[in-house]
């Protein structure tokens, strides 16, 4: 049976971690991912469930929340004619094979080697948003054709690598191709859904040879699951609160060096430091 004194500190853990994920979402627009895969680690590992497959269940139990609140937003998005349907229906073949490509590739890599990666790529999120410019543009229209066959998987492919949902790779995709922040970040929503559908079905069938957290089915552990699910609900209108009291702009610079700390943290990690 497990330990009562252990699930109650992994409780108020999750708690915590989904209250600020929450308010994250809500106040600067960013997808809880990109703060749910190191604090997942972090509580975890603190808790002894440590090993080869830990950051397989972290990407894993992060993309499993996406699902919701990417339905969550994709709904409300669409009631203000904000979704842009054509992008979503054109992306949606190659960002699905990507997800399912990054999750095989994320089932047989160990926990220090899928560190590295999602220290590397956070450290590129967190200097685009630093440092990243609206003005800036690839194109002046979404990439077609056999562009778009090659930026749609690579989309599906780092967001699984990195437990994440479109927002991170999919709202600079579009915004570089000339797509309106509204429309690109209510379109991200959708792809967020396209990328954490099929590769939390292949993770619920990952064979987990590690020690579980309770509740765990494959790689998902739905402890982690619901209770991070019902604080973002509970927190995400705060977060929206404070957006519309302050400029969220300097924030949004405070957590770009916020997640480049996090990202140098699990590369130093990665390396054995």
């Known amino acids: 049976m497990p330990d009562t004194t252990l699930l109650l500190e992994m409780l108020i853990m999750l708690m915590i971690i989904g209250a600020f994920a929450g308010v994250l979402a809500g106040l600067l627009g960013v997808g809880g991912g990109i703060v749910l895969v190191p604090a997942f680690f972090y509580a975890f590992h603190t808790l002894g469930y440590d090993g080869p497959q830990l950051m397989q269940m972290c990407l894993a139990t992060s993309l499993a929340t996406i699902i919701v609140t990417s339905l969550r937003s994709v709904h409300s998005h669409n009631k203000k004619g904000a ?16 997800a399912v490509l990054g999750m095989l590739a994320v089932s047989q890599l160990r926990s220090s080697t899928l560190q590295g990666i999602f220290g590397f790529l956070a450290l590129v999120v967190g200097l685009y948003m630093g440092f990243g410019r609206a003005h800036w543009r ?15 998987p690579s989309v599906g ?71 991070v699910i019902a604080m973002t609900l509970i927190t995400a209108p705060w977060g929206v609160k404070l957006a519309h009291a302050m400029d969220p702009k300097p924030l949004k610079r405070v957590f770009a060096v916020f997640l480049v700390l996090v990202a140098l943290n699990m590369l130093r990690k990665a390396l054995g430091y």
């Open 83 to 98: 979704v842009d349907w054509t992008i979503l229906r054109g992306w949606a073949p190659g960002i699905v094979i990507g």
């Open 138 to 152: 690839l194109g002046e229209e979404m990439p077609k054709g056999p562009k778009r066959w090659a930026y749609s």
């Open 157 to 227: 492919f780092l967001s699984v690598l990195m437990g994440i949902g479109g927002g991170s790779f999919g709202v600079p995709l579009m915004s570089l191709h000339n797509v309106p922040i509204h429309r690109a970040v209510a379109t991200a929503a959708g792809f967020g859904l396209l990328i954490a559908v099929p590769s939390v079905i292949g993770f619920l069938f990952v064979d987990m040879t590690m020690p579980v957290p309770p509740l765990t089915v494959g790689a998902v552990n739905f402890v982690a699951f619901g209770i």
